[in-house]
């Protein structure tokens, strides 16, 4: 007598119950009139979308200071802390209200993916700057997936779509652990 094959286990972490917070896309003070929307979907590399994934997005303030007010998860709607965090949905998207960052054009990115055993780190650039090192060490057609489009006739408003793999995956950052080794990819 066989035995059927054990299932497979999805690996965790499960973030739609523990890590989100009200008001976790909603970086941006209420109300400001600098505000901007980051938006888009996080996609595998067969295209389908992946919900349940964990963004934290962190960011200078519009003066480039990198202080922010104390406290990430403030929500008295009078300061600026320079931290957001959002979980995609069913359908892999995910919105972001923040104001622009000051100093390097861009947001940085920490992706938390049920089912992948490290984050992956990567970068929102609303504009290229020149002279960038990260920008001009990448080909002209990977460095497109670092760049948010802004939506025609949208107020303030970018798209960033994120790819986990294929010929259009993100470029995701590495950064070498404390011991020289490569760190997560």
Known sequence: MSLPATPSQTIGPFHGTALPFPGGGEAAPVGHPDTITVHGCLSDGDGAPVPEALLEFWQ??????LVGAPGSLRRDGAAFTGFGRVVTRDDGRY????LPPGGAPYLALCLLVPGLTRHLFTRVYLAFPEHDPLIEALPPARRATLLAAPEAGGHRTYRFDIRLRGGAETVFLAFPDRGGRPGPP
Do not use: V
Not at 95 to 98: C, G, V
């Open 95 to 98: 919105t972001l209200r923040t």
């Open 60 to 65: 200078a303030a519009p003066d480039g200071s």
